[in-house]
Each structure stands twice: as C-alpha cells, then as structure tokens.
C-alpha cells in the first residue's frame, strides 16, 4: 500500500485524541521529510493564551508524549511565538519562519470554527516543496475531520463539557499516572488514604451538584434550567486549569479530575469554583449555589471506590447546609462520615 494511504488508515482507526495525535504528527514526519513534528495545544487561561507541546516525534526517534500531571510546566506564553501569535490573530491556517541557520518551521492551526486548540508545527531542513505542501495540507484536514468527530462523541451536547462515557478513561489515565507517583502501599480496607504527607502533590476528583435545581426547573422551566447548566459548566472551565478535565454526568451533576496539586490547593481551587458560582447573577434565575465533594485519587482504590466516596462526601454536604465543598478524608477523620469498606461502596451513579 503507498505509504500515503497507509497513514491514512492508521490515522482513521483511531478513537483516542493520543493516538491520533501521533498518528497525525508520525504521517507528517515521514511524508514530509522533516526534522522534528510536534503537536501543541493552545490554552486559553484568562484571556491570555499558551502553547504546550503534547506530542512530537524527531527525526529517527519514536513519538514522545507529554501527557504528565506536571505537562502545565510546559506551558509559554503564545507572545513568545510571534509569527503563531500573528496567524491565530488573524484567523489564518499556515505561518512560516525562518530560522538563523535557514530551517523551515510551519506552523498550521487547526481551527475548529473561529477555535483553535491546536496547532502542528514542523520542522524542515530546507524550503517545502509544493508537493510536500500538498500531502501536508492532506493530512491536517483528515486530522482537523477527525479531531471534529472524536469530539463530537466525547461531548455532552448541552454544555460542550465531556461526557459521561469519557470519564471511565480518563480516570483510568489518571489512576495510572498516580500510581507512577504514589510510593505508599494500599491502605487496609476502609480507611482512608493517610499515609502521604498532607501537603503531597496528588489527583483528585470532585463530585458537583446544583443545589435545588428542581425547584428552578419548576419555577423558571426547563429552558432557564437549562442555561444554567451551560453557564455552571462556563464557570466550571474557567475555574478550574486547562490540564484538569471537566465532565457533565448527566443532569445537574457535574465531575471534575485534578492534575497534580496539593489537598490545600485543591481545596482553594474547589472553593474557588463554589464561590464564584454563588457570586454569579444568573439570568432571571438569580443566585444558583453548588454542593461539592471531593477525594483524593489514590491507585490502589477502584474507580467506582474513588467516586463513591467523593459522592459520600457530596451527600453530606447536601444534607447539611449545601453551598459547601467536603473533603471526603477530612469528614472520615472528624467523624462525621464512617469510612466504608471498599467493596462496600460500589453501588453509585
Ligand atoms: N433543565 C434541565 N433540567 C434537568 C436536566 N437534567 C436533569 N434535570 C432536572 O434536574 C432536577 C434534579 O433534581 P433533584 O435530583 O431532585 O435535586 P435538586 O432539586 O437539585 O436538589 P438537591 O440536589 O438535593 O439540592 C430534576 O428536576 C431534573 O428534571 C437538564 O438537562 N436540563
């Protein structure tokens, strides 16, 4: 099979942004002949936007991601890629420099609408021949197709957030990069996870629901209800970093994973995301508040485990004054929730 077509098929097999990631930047590398293929996302935090790369792939070397809890410290400021900064400005799909030992760098943004989250950039020893500008161009729209279909089936069509099926492999992801990092060995049945330092960096997932959101469905219907959902779900992504993921799980009931931060900082960043909730003047609805509980990610407790007990610590800030972030541990260890035994708590969601 011509090699072109080859790349082709791989790339479309996928159903994983990774692999189509390296699929995309594996099909460039060897069709164009370049130096160095890399994928960066754009991330937009607070009006300012950065550039992280998220995979690459060398001349003779095989792809590397960057898909660590930490990958945030890779973050630049899109200011100091003047020509990329220029081309997202001005809504164009390709840039082109020079550098001082006369290497091409290409950088095509993959604009998804008037977005772009991505951008590939590729490194040539010499100036691109309109062949290869033609196979490259080739591959970004079969990537920009695809990019546009695998975000369609992990998106929750109401709020844009992902969904529900999404999760189980995200946190499955997760799992497995804490248990690269988590040194302590399995707590007994039960307990919590205490034996790391309080302050030590770690994964969390927190279980959020809105408080009476029955009663602002019944009086305001389910049209106001439902912009407050899209609005719970705006203040959702700009509470919370780009590298940590945010999942509506149907209803009202929002879930959000952590990346790499201390039970402090998670607990700021949650309490962050509640107040700015109940500070928010909701469209004709008013004041609209949020229940949160959360829990540390510890590799040694099953999924459903590890939701289960934040969803323990959810109910118990439901049912005890609501508009409140609980910490799943923290109740466990002042008593006010009892520890249950792991294979006990499977029966959630
Ligand atoms: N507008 C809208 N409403 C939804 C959607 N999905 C679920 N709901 C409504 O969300 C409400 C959830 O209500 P309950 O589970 O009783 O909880 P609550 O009123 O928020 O009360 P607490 O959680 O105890 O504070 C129900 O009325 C559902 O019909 C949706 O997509 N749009």
Same mark, same amino acid.
């Given at each position: 099979?011509?090699?072109?077509?080859?790349?082709?098929?791989?790339?479309?097999?996928?159903?994983?942004?990774?692999?189509?990631?390296?699929?995309?930047?594996?099909?460039?590398?060897?069709?164009?002949? +370049?130096?160095?293929?890399?994928?960066?996302?754009?991330?937009?935090?607070?009006?300012? *936007?950065?550039?992280?790369?998220?995979?690459?792939?060398?001349?003779?070397?095989?792809?590397?991601?960057?898909?660590?809890?930490?990958?945030?410290?890779?973050?630049?400021?899109?200011?100091?890629?003047?020509?990329?900064?220029?081309?997202?400005?001005?809504?164009?799909?390709?840039?082109?420099?020079?550098?001082?030992?006369?290497? @091409?760098?290409?950088?095509?943004?993959?604009?998804?609408?008037?977005?772009?989250?991505?951008?590939?950039?590729?490194?040539?020893?010499?100036?691109?021949?309109?062949?290869?500008?033609?196979?490259?161009?080739?591959?970004?729209?079969? #990537?920009?197709?695809?990019?546009?279909?695998?975000? #369609?089936?992990? @998106?929750?069509?109401?709020?844009?957030?992902?969904?529900? *099926?999404?999760?189980?492999?995200?946190?499955? *992801?997760?799992?497995?990069?804490?248990?690269?990092?988590?040194?302590?060995?399995?707590?007994?049945?039960?307990?919590?996870?205490?034996?790391?330092?309080?302050?030590?960096?770690?994964?969390?997932?927190?279980?959020?629901?809105?408080?009476?959101?029955?009663?602002?469905?019944?009086?305001?219907?389910?049209?106001?209800?439902?912009?407050?959902?899209?609005?719970?779900?705006?203040?959702?992504?700009?509470?919370?970093?780009?590298?940590?993921?945010?999942?509506?799980?149907?209803?009202?009931?929002?879930?959000?994973?952590?990346?790499?931060?201390?039970?402090?900082?998670?607990?700021?960043?949650?309490?962050?995301?509640?107040?700015?909730?109940?500070?928010?003047?909701?469209?004709?609805?008013?004041?609209?508040?949020?229940?949160?509980?959360?829990?540390?990610?510890? +590799?040694?407790?099953?999924?459903?485990?590890?939701?289960?007990?934040?969803?323990? +610590?959810?109910?118990?800030? *439901?049912?005890?004054? @609501?508009?409140? +972030?609980?910490?799943?541990?923290?109740?466990?260890?002042?008593?006010?929730?009892?520890?249950?035994?792991?294979?006990?708590?499977?029966?959630?969601?």
């Amino acid at each position: 099979m011509d090699s072109l077509l080859r790349h082709m098929v791989d790339m479309t097999g996928h159903r994983d942004h990774t692999m189509l990631d390296i699929s995309a930047i594996s099909a460039v590398q060897e069709l164009a002949g +370049a130096l160095q293929t890399r994928v960066l996302a754009i991330n937009t935090v607070r009006g300012q *936007k950065f550039v992280r790369p998220r995979a690459m792939v060398g001349a003779g070397l095989p792809p590397r991601l960057f898909d660590q809890p930490d990958s945030a410290q890779l973050d630049e400021p899109l200011s100091g890629y003047p020509e990329l900064g220029a081309c997202i400005a001005q809504h164009e799909d390709s840039v082109e420099a020079i550098t001082a030992d006369g290497r @091409r760098i290409l950088w095509l943004p993959i604009w998804m609408g008037d977005k772009v989250t991505t951008c590939l950039e590729i490194v040539h020893p010499h100036p691109y021949s309109s062949d290869t500008i033609h196979v490259i161009g080739g591959i970004v729209s079969v #990537y920009r197709n695809f990019q546009n279909l695998l975000d #369609y089936s992990e @998106r929750d069509s109401l709020t844009g957030l992902l969904n529900r *099926k999404t999760f189980d492999d995200q946190l499955n *992801k997760m799992v497995q990069v804490t248990a690269e990092h988590e040194p302590a060995p399995p707590p007994l049945p039960g307990q919590p996870e205490r034996r790391q330092h309080v302050d030590s960096e770690k994964q969390w997932l927190a279980v959020v629901d809105v408080d009476h959101f029955k009663a602002v469905n019944d009086k305001f219907g389910h049209l106001y209800g439902d912009e407050v959902l899209i609005l719970i779900a705006n203040l959702l992504q700009s509470s919370f970093r780009a590298q940590d993921r945010v999942f509506r799980f149907g209803g009202e009931e929002f879930v959000v994973l952590l990346r790499s931060t201390s039970l402090v900082n998670a607990q700021k960043i949650i309490d962050r995301f509640r107040t700015n909730v109940e500070s928010y003047e909701f469209p004709q609805v008013g004041r609209v508040t949020v229940s949160v509980g959360f829990v540390g990610i510890s +590799a040694y407790e099953s999924p459903v485990n590890i939701l289960g007990r934040a969803d323990q +610590a959810l109910y118990y800030a *439901k049912s005890n004054g @609501r508009n409140q +972030a609980c910490h799943y541990d923290q109740l466990v260890s002042g008593g006010q929730l009892q520890a249950v035994a792991s294979n006990a708590t499977a029966e959630f969601f």
